[in-house]
């Protein structure tokens, strides 16, 4: 028995070991299908989404029967008392008799059921709710496109972050190799000391871009995680490779894509507001019509000298009233009109803000496939420019090593060969993330 016990207890630790230590790898477009599902701004935007849903029929159920009732209780410990005539009774004429009307306990229950016939503001209130459900929606789809390139920059700056420091331990190897030859034809009388040098100072600054690079790729696979909606500590790993995504991404026939303005997300967001100053406008002009209620009541009271309200002998008297309720808007001093008025003019400046948002996403769009282009135009020159560094820096070292170049000219190779392998690297990451705000824009 204490056997099996100890044999199960070391399943479950190495279950949950597995667990725990279980890497999950997301391609690209996993990442971003993972990330809409579990982001915490999408969860909330969907929340949205259900809350305005909920606020629609809270706007229409006002307009529909209202039914409430209530129950009065009242115990007079000192009841009034009233005077009237002592004649009435019998007695002397100019005289007074103390009188106590009624029983000091009384109940009342009732109910009221309230029918709104005609409000203005109402049928308004009702029509604006669909503007709302439409600016949830369109805020749901905002967040996604956000959401979207959030993940694909954090995507891309991983990927960056891996092959940095995948060249690196490649240069620092190569730096080192270098380095140990070096020190050998020094120590053997047929070299500086400086070239020595030279090559330490240049390999110090390789080891610790390295160590940046390490530190950077751990942080950015943190964010990524945060963006995909997951624990920060999650193991996560890409099958992605940079300079395959970034094949992937140049397209040159999104360039020629047409823009349909009523499918950018931020030209929705204007037009909703939009819709919602002229729901304002109506909601105000709505003000200067009458009202119209519909009540009927239904209530029963009872009397005693004590509480026997719950006995089944107790007597109650019922009433009932029905009736209707018109208000009539005559004379507000000029108020209404100034609401009407100020309402018109923040429907016209929401007029003017939609026209100003058309052009800009125009010249946003426009803005967008110059830097694609552009990014695309640098991936390639980078990529040719790092054929030409390596080529460079490889004839440098072989002319070192034959007496032919200074360890000066070697370590200003070695420099330029680094810094177009980051601007290639840099220039991968570009297509990418300009792919995206073009596709955001264009939403397609």
């Known amino acids: 028995m204490k056997n099996t016990f100890l044999t199960l207890l070391v399943i479950c630790i190495t279950a949950l070991s597995y667990g725990q230590s279980e890497t999950n790898t997301y ?13 915490y ?54 005289t007074f008799q103390e009188i106590i009307f009624g029983q000091p306990q009384t109940m009342n229950a009732s109910a009221v059921i309230k029918q709104q016939l005609f409000d203005g503001s109402y049928i308004v209130g009702v029509q604006a709710t669909k503007a709302f459900l439409d600016y949830s929606a369109n805020n749901k789809e905002k967040t996604d496109l956000d959401i979207r390139k959030a993940v694909v920059e954090a995507y891309g700056n991983v990927l960056l972050a891996e092959e940095s ?58 964010m990524l995680n945060l963006i995909m ?25 999104l360039l020629d894509s047409q823009l349909n303005i009523s499918n ?42 004590g509480f026997d309200f719950l006995k089944s002998e107790q007597k109650w008297f019922d009433s009932s009233v029905l009736g209707f309720d018109l208000h009539i808007p005559i004379f507000s001093s000029l108020g209404r009109s100034a609401s009407t008025q100020r309402a018109k003019i923040a429907f016209d400046k929401a007029k003017t803000q939609l026209t100003e948002a058309e052009e800009q996403i125009r010249l946003q769009l426009e803005n967008t496939k110059s830097n694609y282009t552009l990014a695309i135009e640098e991936y390639e020159t980078t990529k040719k420019n790092l054929n030409l560094a390596e080529r460079i820096e490889k004839k440098n ?32 990451v570009n297509v990418i993330n300009r792919k995206t705000e073009l596709e955001i824009i264009l939403n397609n």
């Open 397 to 428: 070292e072989i002319k070192y090593f034959e007496g032919m170049a200074s360890s000066f000219e070697l370590r200003q190779a070695q420099i330029q060969l680094y810094a177009t392998q980051q601007e290639y690297l840099q220039s991968m």
């Open 41 to 94: 701004s999408v969860i909330n935007a969907n929340r949205d989404i259900e809350d305005a849903q909920k606020q629609k029929w809270e706007t229409i159920a006002t307009g529909l029967p209202q039914i409430s009732g209530s129950v009065s209780y009242q115990n007079q410990l000192k009841q009034p008392v009233s005077l009237l005539p002592a004649e009435f009774f019998g007695g002397v004429a100019g």
């Open 229 to 253: 909606g997951i624990s920060i500590d999650s193991p996560t790993q890409l099958s992605e490779n940079l300079d395959v995504l970034t094949q992937k991404q140049i397209d040159y026939g």
């Open 165 to 222: 420091a995948t060249i690196l331990e490649s240069n620092r190897a190569t730096l080192a190799k270098n380095l140990e030859e070096t020190q050998k034809i020094f120590e053997n009388g047929l070299g500086e000391e400086e070239s020595v040098e030279q090559l330490q100072i240049t390999l110090s600054s390789i080891e610790n871009q390295l160590k940046n690079a390490i530190r950077l790729k751990k942080i950015t696979v943190q």
């Open 27 to 39: 391609s690209l477009d996993e990442a971003i299908a993972f990330a809409l599902e579990n982001n």
């Open 264 to 305: 950018n997300v931020d030209y929705k967001l204007v037009a909703n507001l939009n819709q919602q100053r002229y729901y304002e406008l109506k909601l105000a002009k709505s003000r200067a019509l009458p009202t119209l209620n519909a009540f009927l009541n239904y209530g029963s009271s009872a009397y005693s000298d």
